[in-house]
């Protein structure tokens, strides 16, 4: 598997009094295709918070593309691509602005935007409609595209943050492909999603119940372990075996 790309050992974040994420340890590894389950208020966004170098941990110590979450927060932020369930684009622009938008932002040289715009229009079949502000985009169009925009810059990892909500079974399987060809690229998937037949297309799965890690495997180690049929079944078993819910 080689090194991990994303490492955590006792990860822990409080505010005041509550603990939002209770030392939370795991790896994962490069191309590895990771889902990371949780009801709301599970913990899932405040460790996402962390792992993007957008939130100082309280305790524990955590690397994410070989830099240290507590000195090197902005080298983080420059090697992780990000995508949330609002897709993180400009309505108002067009879907060329929003291309080389978000390649200036990531640093890459006037050239070399130009040179991926003109690829990425053509690999998503967008030519036409490269200018066309983005809210004229169907929302699975805009969906692939984030997802393009996420990656332009060649990150070694991406955090998916919920990104198919409210798109229909049909597009929520194509994007997935996506992801497929991404992780056989080499980078690694780091998702979150609350579609659970989704969960079955993971390498592994960490399910966070109160602020911790409840289960961490295979989707099919899962299912076995607790003698599940489906990801939804271990789920719920994890969820109602929580004394806080």
């Known amino acids: 598997m080689g090194e991990p790309v994303i490492h955590t050992e006792n990860l822990t974040k409080r505010f005041g009094d509550f603990t939002a994420v209770d030392a939370l340890s795991f790896s994962v590894f490069p191309g590895e295709i990771f889902g990371f389950l949780g009801a709301n208020g599970a913990g899932k966004t405040t460790a996402i918070r962390m792992l993007t170098g957008l939130l100082t941990p309280t305790s524990g110590i955590a690397t994410v593309a070989g830099f240290d979450l507590y000195t090197g927060s902005e080298k983080i932020k420059m090697n ?5 369930q609002r897709f993180s684009l400009y309505d108002d622009l067009t879907v060329k602005e929003n291309i080389r938008f978000f390649a200036g932002i990531y640093g890459l040289s006037s ?9 990425l229009l053509e690999s998503l079949d967008l030519v036409d409609a ?3 502000r983005l809210a004229r985009l169907p929302l699975g169009w805009k969906q692939k595209l984030a997802f393009s925009v996420a990656i332009l810059h060649e ?4 955090f998916l943050d919920e990104p198919t909500g409210g798109v229909d079974p049909v597009t929520r399987r ?3 492909d996506m992801i497929y060809e991404a992780s056989e690229r080499g980078v690694t998937i780091f998702v979150t999603t609350h579609y659970m037949d989704e969960a079955e297309y993971c390498d592994r799965l960490s399910i966070m119940v109160d602020g911790r890690v409840a289960a961490l495997d ?4 899962m299912k076995h372990h607790y003698g599940a049929e489906s990801m ?3 789920f719920l078993q994890l969820a109602r075996s929580n004394p806080t819910e």
């Open 174 to 176: 194509r994007f997935w």
């Open 155 to 158: 990150p070694k990892i991406v």
């Open 111 to 119: 050239p070399v935007i130009k040179e991926k715009t003109a690829r």
């Open 232 to 234: 939804n079944d271990v």
């Open 80 to 84: 992780i691509g990000y995508m949330s």
């Open 130 to 132: 490269a200018d066309a």
């Open 218 to 221: 295979s989707p099919e180690a």
